[in-house]
């Protein structure tokens, strides 16, 4: 199987590949539109400021490339948060596939949030084998609040969207990548996905 993530200068996408790898994936790293459009399986990571980042994904037009994917896409923290139709962090336009604004925690709580929390409501067979209240690992100021998008919900100040679907394009606000037997769990969900044209 053909695993791209997109490299784009604004990724975690070492311990990503790790986590490829320990369940015998070797993922490619390109930011290469060819080498994206061809893979089974797309990763959009993220790690980082969104304005900069998506100031990052126009120099190499991966903005107008990454919504037109057909293959499943699974974006990881500011990946997912990018897929929005924006954020308030540096007041930044998305790519607009899922139909949510990122916003930022208040400061009545601990900014960013760090470490391990549950994800619950789960939808979705990316979500197969996962039990409810699952244990997740999360490093976010920014959020996606729960919306129609919505296919798990966490709870920091408030509830919002620890992940999200529409069609193909997938998003996670915790990383599976560092989230133990959970974590890997989703990214094997992630591998048996077929493309999808509609939510559930």
């Known amino acids: 199987m ?23 994936i070797d ?13 089974d399986k797309v990763i959009f990571p993220g790690v980082g400021e969104a304005s900069s980042a998506m100031r990052k994904l126009k120099a190499t037009g991966l903005d107008l490339l990454i919504p037109k994917l057909k ?17 308030e962090e540096g007041n930044t ?13 208040s400061n009545q709580v ?28 999360l490093v976010h100021s920014y959020y996606a ?18 992940a999200l679907q529409k069609d193909n394009f997938y998003g996670t606000q915790f990383h599976p990548e560092k989230s133990s037997l959970a974590g890997q769990r989703v990214l094997e969900n992630f591998l048996k996905l077929k493309v999808r044209t509609s939510k559930f």
Do not use: H
Not at 9 to 23: E, L, T
Not at 27 to 39: G, H, Q
Not at 71 to 87: A, H, K, Y
Not at 119 to 129: R, Y
């Open 2 to 24: 053909n695993i791209t993530i997109i490299d784009y200068g604004a990724g975690n996408i070492q311990s990503i590949k790790f986590a490829f790898q320990r369940i015998g």
């Open 27 to 39: 993922p490619l790293l390109s930011d290469d539109a060819e080498t994206i459009l061809k893979a």
């Open 71 to 87: 293959q499943p896409v699974l974006g990881i923290c500011l990946g997912m948060q990018l897929m929005c139709n924006g954020s």
């Open 93 to 105: 336009n998305g790519l607009q596939i899922f139909d949510v604004d990122v916003k930022r925690f």
């Open 110 to 137: 601990k900014v960013p949030q760090i470490g391990w929390n549950t994800i619950s409501n789960l939808k979705t067979e990316l979500f197969d084998g996962i039990s409810e209240n699952e244990f997740m690992y």
């Open 145 to 162: 609040p729960v919306c129609a998008d919505s296919i798990a919900i966490s709870n920091y100040e408030l509830d919002y969207s620890s």
